[in-house]
């Protein structure tokens, strides 16, 4: 049996993005906290986090298949991230 | 004459007879949560006065009969009937006003034929399309009527509102995709609704076209009990990019562009407002990241053969280009595509006045609108907004998207929708009338410009509903004489866009 910790999986400090938005691990953006007074968070494991993030991407994937045996990509760079790393 | 259907009058003798129709305890259900999950949809709503919104009784039938016997007996007592598929619509067409029986048409979820040959697939209207779907894969076709709910609205309920499909401009709407239905009229009558005659036929001559007239009409002409739809060969390749640009009118005029690109292929373009690009930068991983030159998103989407995608998508990034378009790379292109196909799935909650996060609900008022108009709509709706927001500070300005909208024919028709989240907790009478009169000034810019005051949602709730007599114009009388043949005693979803002036 896993006995779960907060202290094992707590985040690392928050990096701020924009004014509005921080991130605390890595593509991983989240409202500051300064913002979320009226609607308090919780406290997050990072391994939730992960688990959360994952499964978007896997139902984004899981979509791709359900309309279409295949998805084609124009294979090109972004345009605007090259300008805003 | 006077409207006939009114606060309902169901009492235990009402619900004894029910349950010798349906013969089922479990499938008749006068229970408070059974009448209180079923009072609402996602739209916003009168927190406030959830109660006056409860159906009396519902109930869950599995036949046709079930559901024709119970109408008629709505009919012998004069009491409301609310149909209800998914309950995912984006106004009140699931609703009850006046309380009466609720026809919840989930256990109707039957695949009854799908016939391969004259490509078509016959269903209950309680089955949800992406398990349709998950179902058609293997026989290589699909269905492709592909709401923002596609993984929780049903076909009962897309038919009763007359959706919108994401993919619409490449295979149609709902209204394109069913071929027929079984329909009981509000009198109780089982019919079988078409072109003409014929299940499986696309197009007749013979008599009145019928079938659009049961489409999209609320629920207020009649419960769809089987429907004959469209199958289409399954998709080989999608192929989807997403354009940046520093300012609207350009996204505009390049929308314009790649819908008149004739590239049939094409199943969707998708136009973000400046609002909208500013909303997903507080919110949305895909956007947070961009750098401040970029305002305004196209989206461009196509499905089909490779042989026909591949060579055309190569034309879509010249023409996604061409006035000052950025590409946003392929991870966005693709990924935030698919996610279109399921907007429900978002997190709800908006800003006060200072900045704070707050849980909200989605409004999403749409309209129907010609290309040329698209600007000029975008600033009135956005300064509407910005007046009550900034006056009752419960509303908050999410932007607005414009879809193509026409099927098969995306040049000049768009769904334009603006988003409103809306601070249900805060709600109170006076919050929730200022809510209707903002909702009803964003629909009179809609008829100022030519447009229809909604193209998908439906005009069922104040605001809207009042708006539509002006809509119609003198084809009002025809709407009137309609539903007044048809629903003589009004129990048919009674109270909704305005039709109880067919019995004044």
Not at chain 1, 53 to 77: I, K, T
Not at chain 2, 130 to 157: F, R, T, W
Not at chain 2, 267 to 274: I, R, W
Not at chain 2, 307 to 325: D, F, Y
Request: glycine share 8%; aromatic share 8%.
């Amino acid at each position: 049996m896993t006995i779960f910790r907060l202290g094992e999986q707590t985040p690392p400090p928050p990096r701020r993005i924009t004014d509005t938005v921080v991130e605390r691990l890595e593509h991983q953006y989240e409202v500051d906290p300064d913002l979320m007074q009226i609607t308090p968070q919780q406290d997050m494991p990072v391994w939730d986090s992960r688990r959360i993030f994952n499964a978007r991407w896997d139902h984004l994937d899981w979509m791709h298949a359900h309309f279409a045996d295949e998805v084609l990509l124009a294979g090109e760079e972004s345009e605007t991230m090259e300008e805003h790393p | 004459m006077s409207p006939v259907a009114f606060k309902s009058a169901v009492d235990d003798h009402v619900v004894e007879e029910l349950r010798a129709i349906i013969g089922d305890d479990a499938r008749v259900r006068p229970d408070q949560s059974s009448r209180a999950f079923r009072s609402r949809v996602p739209a916003p709503f009168p927190v406030h006065r959830w109660a006056e919104h409860y159906p009396d009784v519902v109930i869950l039938p599995k036949t046709a009969i079930e559901v024709s016997e119970v109408v008629k007996l709505a009919n012998r007592h004069k009491i409301p009937i609310v149909p209800r598929a998914g309950g995912t619509g984006l106004s009140d067409g699931a609703v009850p006003l006046r309380g009466g029986i609720m026809i919840d048409c989930k256990l109707m979820n039957q695949i009854h034929e799908i016939d391969l040959v004259d490509r078509t697939v016959t269903v209950g209207p309680g089955i949800n399309m992406l398990k349709l779907n998950e179902e058609l894969k293997q026989h290589g076709v699909i269905y492709p009527d592909d709401p923002a709910s596609y993984p929780c609205s049903l076909v009962g309920g897309r038919i009763g509102t007359g959706g919108w499909s994401l993919l619409g401009a490449r295979y149609g709407h709902t209204r394109d995709l069913v071929i027929s239905m079984e329909v009981v009229l509000p009198t109780g009558e089982i019919v079988e609704i078409a072109e003409g005659g014929g299940r499986k036929l696309r197009k007749s001559s013979t008599g009145l076209t019928l079938k659009q007239l049961f489409t999209g009409h609320q629920g207020t002409l009649g419960i769809t009990t089987q429907a004959t739809l469209e199958l289409v060969p399954r998709p080989e390749v999608e192929f989807a990019a997403f354009f940046a640009f520093d300012e609207y009118i350009k996204a505009w005029e390049t929308t314009g562009i790649l819908t008149k690109s004739g590239l049939a292929t094409i199943a969707g373009v998708v136009l973000f407002d400046e609002k909208k690009i500013e909303y997903l930068r507080r919110d949305d991983e895909a956007y947070i990241p961009q750098p401040d030159t970029v305002n305004a998103v196209v989206a461009v989407a196509m499905y089909g053969r490779r042989c026909e995608v591949e060579p055309a998508s190569k034309e879509i990034m010249r023409l996604g280009k061409s006035n000052t378009g950025k590409y946003l790379g392929d991870e966005i292109s693709a990924g935030d595509w698919a996610s279109r196909h399921d907007r429900y799935a978002t997190p709800l909650h908006g800003r006060d006045l200072d900045g704070q996060a707050v849980l909200m609900s989605w409004h999403c008022e749409d309209a129907a609108l010609n290309y040329s108009v698209l600007p000029q709509v975008r600033e009135e709706w956005h300064a509407i907004v910005a007046r009550y927001r900034e006056r009752y500070g419960i509303f908050d300005d999410w932007g607005m998207f414009a879809y193509t909208s026409g099927a098969h024919k995306p040049w000049a028709d768009y769904l334009v929708e603006i988003d409103v989240g809306i601070w249900e907790q805060k709600l109170n009478d006076e919050y929730w009338a200022a809510w209707v009169d903002c909702k009803r000034e964003i629909a009179q810019v809609s008829l100022k410009y030519g447009g229809s005051i909604t193209a998908c949602h439906g005009a069922t709730r104040e605001g809207d509903a009042d708006l539509v007599p002006e809509e119609m114009g003198s084809a009002w009388p025809v709407v009137k004489a309609i539903k007044r043949a048809l629903d003589p005693n009004n129990v048919m979803n009674p109270g909704k866009q305005s039709l109880d002036e067919a019995y004044e």
